[in-house]
């Protein structure tokens, strides 16, 4: 499978950065300090922003406070993400107007994260506190491809988390879902145009037009 695209758009936590067990470590943490059950949060928390789950389990007064908890709870985690296979390689051979990345993190945290784990930070970075509503709104898409000059529809979105891959989606682009974060079945019949295991199945080639993407 080739796909030819404008630019492409990658998540970052689970699709660049293997943060997992950090960020659901710093969930459990957070959820026993609120005495909220850390399996209800962890079930729908997964590319989403922080506030955006915070809501489902604390009252509006409470979201601010819990939020800026949990981000110095990240931050002190920072150290311990990695690059996941293959992201390193292809960054690299991105053009830098040719991608960006569209997360439901925090800027600051994100950026720490890409820097611990040696990826570059792209120069059109679109995190939770850019857009409104967080996905699988594709606000974050919408907003990354316009930045770029390129017509969604054009893109090609990457990620790992049913929110994101719903995001991309309704944003118009085409979408290919790794399954670094969660089971392959789980991300099924969500509008993903395919679904590797990570991106090592994946040969870029950069043509005059734009980035083509081969699926092994």
Known sequence: MRISTDAILFDIDGTL??????????W????EAH???????????HGRRSEDTIAMFLP??????????LEELELDGVDAVQALPA????????????WAAVTSGGRRLMCERLVA????????????????????????????AAALGYAPERCLV????????????????????VATSHD??????LGAAAIVDDLTACALEITPDGPVLTLR
């Open 117 to 144: 784990a040696g990826l570059p930070v792209p120069e059109v970075l679109v995190a939770a506190g850019d857009v409104s509503v967080g996905k699988p709104d594709p606000q974050g898409y919408l907003k990354a």
């Open 184 to 189: 392959a079945a789980d991300l099924e019949g």
């Open 87 to 98: 992201t390193g390689e292809l960054l690299k051979a991105m053009p830098a107007d040719r």
């Open 35 to 45: 005495g909220v059950d850390p399996e209800a949060v962890l079930r729908v928390s």
């Open 17 to 26: 950065v293997d943060s997992t067990p950090v960020v659901e470590h710093t």
């Open 28 to 31: 459990r943490v957070w959820a």
């Open 158 to 177: 990457i990620e790992d988390a049913p929110a994101g891959i719903l995001a991309g989606v309704a944003s118009g682009a085409t979408v290919l879902a």
């Open 60 to 69: 509006a007064d409470r979201i601010e406070a819990a939020a800026d908890e």
